[in-house]
């Protein structure tokens, strides 16, 4: 297993490929530490791969998330499956489903059979109105950390740059606003995108020369 195995057209990590038996210790750790799955297993996951093992790069982490935004099912399983993949191929997809999903699991069964004989006491309900802030600030650090790197990104192409990023924004808002699917949101986005991305790259024109 190489390092070009995960390697994107963003930078490739500086840390070596994990072996199966490191993929699937990882992501047991995050299947028997992610209650509630949601913005709580992203940072999760995130934490993991990124900031502390650093088998991925931001920028290559943001790009796999917004490709599973486009596949259907749960995006953290689509996730699962992708990283999975990129680091050890069918096999790396099969111990990374066994490590998720085996304790989360277990313990949603667990929980679930506790939950149905304690949920009317006043301290479960209490402790479940404080849930919700918890995960609000959750999701801002996640979308935080998976935004810094794109938006860099337009931070270097100058002005014009973060104007871009902004109009591609509020217009995917509006379009979800006015009811259009997620999709086709998406699709927007990406095409805007991908068009400025475009036009900015261009190598100017050269002058002809008129000695």
């Given at each position: 297993m190489t390092t070009s195995m995960v390697?994107?057209?963003?930078?490739?990590?500086?840390?070596?490929?994990?072996?199966?038996f490191e993929l699937f210790t990882t992501w047991l750790r995050i299947g028997a530490t992610s209650f509630g799955g949601g913005s709580a297993t992203q940072l999760l996951i995130q934490q993991q791969f990124v900031t502390r093992r650093q088998w991925m790069t931001p920028g290559a982490f943001a790009q796999d998330w917004a490709i599973v935004q486009f596949a259907p099912g749960i995006n953290l399983i689509a996730m699962t499956v992708l990283i999975g993949h990129r680091f050890g191929?069918?096999?790396g997809v099969a111990v990374s489903l066994l490590g998720m999903l085996g304790p989360a699991i277990a313990?949603?069964?667990?929980?679930t059979a506790l939950?149905?004989?304690?949920?009317?006491?006043p301290q479960v309900q209490g402790a479940l109105r404080?849930?919700?802030p918890a995960?609000?600030?959750?999701?801002i650090a996640f979308m935080w950390r998976l935004l810094k790197e794109p938006l860099a990104g337009l931070k270097r192409r100058g002005r014009r740059g973060p104007v871009a990023g902004l109009t591609l924004l509020a217009v995917?808002?509006?379009?979800?606003?006015?009811?259009?699917?997620?999709?086709?949101?998406?699709?927007?986005g990406a095409v805007g995108l991908g068009a400025?991305?475009?036009?900015?790259?261009?190598?100017p024109k050269e002058e002809p020369w008129t000695g």
């Open positions: 390697s994107s057209s963003l930078d490739a990590p500086t840390t070596p490929c994990p072996s199966l191929g069918m096999p313990i949603t069964i667990a929980m939950y149905s004989q304690v949920r009317d006491w404080g849930v919700t995960l609000v600030g959750l999701s995917a808002t509006a379009l979800t606003a006015l009811g259009v699917p997620v999709l086709f949101a998406y699709l927007a400025f991305y475009g036009i900015t790259s261009r190598p």
